[in-house]
């Protein structure tokens, strides 16, 4: 009888063992499928869909153990606007999870910095665009006064 009551305790508490590892492999199941939807819902048609890497539990099922989402971090050829746009989801995107991890600030940084190089671009075709209509005005300016006659009193 003390033999039965021991194996009894012995199965309880390897069983009691396997509940909570069940329990923590499910917690941690939820926790990659939500940090990586987060980034999928984000990231739009920047990002893939989530990938997941699994561990098999004691009862047999398979648990969500880690996990991750392409994202595209390449610029727009020849669009310094639509690479900021894409640069600004993308840093949302990589940011999105509650916690994000160190591969996440990464990716989000290196959006940034495209993101920063883009608005140089713009700010330079701008400054080009402004060069051109002042040149224009000033040889309109000078057109007409060179048309004209000026009579200079000394």
Do not use: C, W
């Not at 069983?15 to 499910?26: D, G, I, S």
């Not at 190089?117 to 665009?129: C, G, H, K, T």
Request: no cysteine; glycine share 8%.
């Amino acid at each position: 009888m003390e033999m039965t009551a021991s194996v009894n305790q012995q199965l309880t508490q390897q069983l009691q063992v396997q509940q909570r590892q069940v329990q923590k492999l499910a917690s941690r199941d939820r926790e990659v499928r939500a940090h990586e939807q987060a980034h999928a819902a984000v990231g739009g048609a920047q990002t893939g869909s989530p990938s997941f890497q699994y561990t098999q539990g004691p009862n047999g099922v398979r648990y969500a153990s880690s996990g991750s989402v392409n994202i595209d971090i390449s610029a727009v050829a020849g669009d310094p606007q639509a690479t900021l746009l894409k640069m600004q989801t993308v840093a949302r995107a990589a940011t999105a999870p509650a916690q994000p991890s160190g591969q996440d600030r990464a990716v989000a940084a290196q959006a940034n910095a495209q993101a920063a190089q883009a608005r140089a671009e713009l700010v330079s075709q701008r400054q080009d665009e402004l060069a051109q209509v002042a040149g224009s005005e000033v040889k309109r300016a000078m057109g007409s006064v060179a048309g004209g006659v000026i009579d200079v009193i000394v």
